[in-house]
């Protein structure tokens, strides 16, 4: 099993800064896939970055490419995202996921992901 705790979320202005950290233990993520999903009110679960826990390829949805940077230190086994020019549309509560080993690629949909955190909820103000 695999536990994530997110933290970090908060009341920002637009075009202001977030940085989201999401604390894991359990079971080694080594071979796994580690991503940041976002859920507005009234919306369905959207990916919105996704990286391998052992490597460097990274992927995003279009809308934060640019402004979003996802990261990970395996040694404090943190995920984290780094949100630069917030827009009132990033609105929404953050999870944090992380798929099963051995993961093929870099999935974006939440099916493919079998842990998830509690979620941090962001708010950005217009």
């Known amino acids: 099993q695999v536990q994530l705790v997110e933290s970090g979320g908060g009341l920002v202005q637009a075009g202001g800064s977030l940085r989201l950290s999401c604390a894991a233990s359990?079971?080694?993520?080594?071979?796994?896939?580690v991503g940041w999903f976002r859920q507005a009110p009234g919306k369905e679960r959207e990916f919105v970055s996704a990286i391998r826990w052992n490597g460097d390829k990274t992927v995003y949805t279009d809308s934060v490419k640019g402004r979003f940077t996802i990261s990970r230190d395996p040694v404090a086994s943190t995920l984290y995202l780094q949100m630069d020019s917030l827009k009132s549309e990033d609105t929404a509560v953050y999870y944090c996921a992380a798929t099963r080993p051995v993961m093929p690629g870099l999935p974006t949909t939440p099916a493919e992901y079998a842990y998830w955190g509690q979620g941090t909820q962001v708010t950005v103000s217009s």
């Open positions: 359990g079971r080694t993520l080594s071979r796994s896939v």
